[in-house]
């Protein structure tokens, strides 16, 4: 999950709400954000772009593409839908891609990093490295593969580095280290987000090309998953598995606010309502996870379908029809 | 978890919350509710007793004797002092089993069932079948022992019967099914249970002699796990692993209510404010749980010390000081 | 696993190498076995039927019916095929199932209870318990559910009892103490099998309709989970997931005198080969598995194939079109 | 486990079993090859050390120091056993840490990094990820922390990179990546083993100065977990938890020769027995593994020994006495 930054301090790592929020707060459109929507049959798409560091602030995200698949078929269990839901995942991971630009020259294929952030042994946080366990990785066969087999495939390789809690070492120091290493001209990284809405959770994924900063901060200033420190493009994708505990509440105490219709705003002086019922909830409720029935099902079907996407995505002989074949 | 029925329509499985509840809402001590309170060094002990049926409507726990251990340290990582925990929780248990009763002439020795209630699939809902696993058995043996070595241990036998959602059976028709065959004399029963209070949970273990009903309603009357329809004793422990998110709201809204001195109170008509809660809260968070981070460790060291507790309590060769050597 | 009887003294839970090595042994057919085989485009199946009391001795199987299903796609990740052999073994095991009969008149709707043998926590034999966590269980909404639903679904029940060193109960016991409770018409009872070639290694699907004898002796005469002591006919499934190392031993003896044309013979007075070899291996090698690599994936994949095979078998709503839909 | 190099032609991972190996093939000591042995009330350690390229050749593993503990403590389940082996394992593997020499100036405290070698899925091979799991990590904490505290700790970061074949880098190249953005001053390695000898698995640890070879051969040279390929000192440790099916069979015949006296020597040719027993064998036993029954829990035991030995010693503040406190 990414860490506690300038840029999620209103506790949500999806740019869809976060843009909704500035414009329930402004009452109106977000100058520098534009926002584009199709509807599918099985998913919702909005594709946000923010334009601008003006736009970045308002909207407390980086300025880049953010694009969310929202789809309540992602928690239910339909491995025809799963397949088909690769495949919009598919295209919308390539819409993000400019393949020629990767490599010098055509001639060359690129070569992609999959980095499956988050922790194995805590179900909320496992979605990286399970996707990663799913994934076809194919560089260490890739050059000693017949050049027809060549055509079908690009070369993939993945790592799931681990949390700072259980290695001692920034996430993204490892993965700058591999990087330096392998050479990679893409890396795309897959992360458990935190969502302010619980409707969100196991039914949207997010990609974008903004990068990621990992794990929780430890005071000093560190490097991130971002082209700036990584030399290369970064997709960042993910999928909401927890809720902030302060934003149940708050939403609670707002909807009975109009239910009731009284005045319940909580706001004091210098603090918002959040960071008052922040200071109530800290105590008791800092260290709880607020998370779906069913998390362990739900990470172990996302999972799959994030891997067959990406599948799907990278390598041209992998297709919607036939993703599941490919799957580890 | 136990239903939600008439017994728990206050949303704690903690007899200790239960009381404090009626306590609180009534001002004064509640009659026909013993309490007895012990400070050990490594935990606080609390024993109630509920003496009739008007005390049980009270605070909605049937009548009987409910124990409370208190400790954070359940949730450190110091074996030595969970080692004393097992210890502490063994003097508890034996507290309720009235052994020369169990048996009809002396010279008999009992057999003890000991069901893991619960989804082995689902971590906070795994503490029983854990227990279970740990557990040291001996029934299939006890017989063909040496009559010394027999004098050391107790004939014990333990089931995880699973969910009524993955067997399609009611989970005390199951128990009482191998009751019918396996004709033990005392049945303890472990399960995950819901709190209240988010600082109960991996911190408190409850034993009582109520006996307890398994999993969610679904609308006809069913057998419990209890004295009268298993026609043996039944201990019942457990401890919390979740919280009900209603009581999150409820009780932030009261601490803000008192902090900033203004009345908040939502009750309506025939609604109690936590009815109310409810009723907002429902449509986008009934299917969230909330646990503690971590919880995945928790359940793991938790359900040792529960095993412990539970093989020094009926075995005499197990003590203390060696419990971890029985540990499977 | 079954346990090591008169019945499997040869060491394979498969009829069809119990009579392929009757064969081996006489130089011809066995009177009272009749033998038919099949061949489709993604599986081979046999069908054995022992006949009589006197072939039953011959192949040491009990009288009745063996189908095997044999493809090497049940190692292949490959979903479309395996969703095909879940419809291959669905037709096979309703050839063993004669549903008019299972109830008394033909207006009552069966309830079957099917069985997962094996233990949870032991990689190769979890095959058991991994189907029931996949099966589509309904007893518990069957009567409650519309008669229109009712029509495509028939009243499915399941259990994972655990094994005799975790339970301390006979499985047989305990699954005798359900039947008496929950009144099935018919039991499914799956197990993980041994063989004695380890190219049947997950490649290979027994059904029978002879029942089966979970777990390994422990002296004292036992009840099975037959048709005799259960009172209901029972349907036994597996698959082999481990090799007995004395098989293997015997096996390359054997190879090795044909390829080098020298006569190895080691059967010693009253002692076979087989029997040589194990008294030699005993000491270091009785507490060795030999299973496939990747046994974890292997035991993964089939439980799903098998719980989807069970699904159709049993569900007129469950087709193989649609069959990963309903797995769990 | 280790690539079957020229080094491990001879099929085990162990110096103790290649040096006896060596023995019974030459009659007699192997010049170059200096062996000392201690008797330990828990434990039987033997430090082997290699001094040349003629001895090296030899017994087929590179110069340098292996030790070997021996104990069948490391089977049972004891934890005050398990923790004194903890203690035992210490002492040796700080008998190959020379301290003072890791950093240029003694004011300088060393960072130690440690390896997980192998998989997180495939049970018998998890043995270094989850000794990474328990080990107590420092190094994000270490600069932060109070001097008084840094005196009691050192500073200790750890990575389980995976396996080739899901990562589709070769590990030692993704050590090489983190060692370079680290800069540790010390690695450890830790692995799990294949051994000749069933008695061995889950029963030996193994220490060595040498560094090791991670993964299966895929043809092309490749770098090493060595002090010449990491610029660093690298200590190996790991426990055999296989053996090669080509030892089982090739010892029974051995042991069939002895017990039957005749002359079962199958070498052919240019063919060793082995290599008779290997070809007849590979086409059915080449995807098996030969591992002890109830590998789970066995894994399970010795990742907390071998994280409790390097706590111990690492960590000045962790004693044999207090290990199990530090355990994660």
Redesign the interface.
Known sequence: MTENNEFNSIMTDLAVEARDMAVERTGGEISGVSVEEEDKEIAKITRIEVLNQAASKKISKPPGNYITIESESLRQ????IHQELSGVLAAEINNLIDYPALTQNPTQMPTILVIGLGN????PDALGPQV??HLL?????YN?AEPESRRGIR????????V???????TA??I???????KPNLIIAIDALAAR???R?ASTLQISDTGIYPGSG??KRRIGITKKDMGVPVIAMGMPTV?N?VN??N???E??SQ??NIN?N?S?KKQTQKQ??EN??QP??G???????????LIRDTSRIVAGGINIALHPDVETENV??Y??
């Open positions: 269990t339909n491995p025809q194995w042994n805590a179900t990663v366990h990785v194919t560089r260490h066969i000693s070369s993939v390789c993945a790592l799931a580095p681990g700072l809690g259980l290695t001692g070492i920034e120091e490892i700058k280290g591999v990087v330096d290493r392998v809405e619980s409707e959770l430890v005071g809720i505990s149940i509440v939403d609670t105490i909807a009975i239910n009731h319940l909580l004091q008052v019922i109530i909830l008791f409720l260290d709880m996870i607020v998370a779906p029935k069913g998390i362990d099902k599941s074949f799957l580890q």
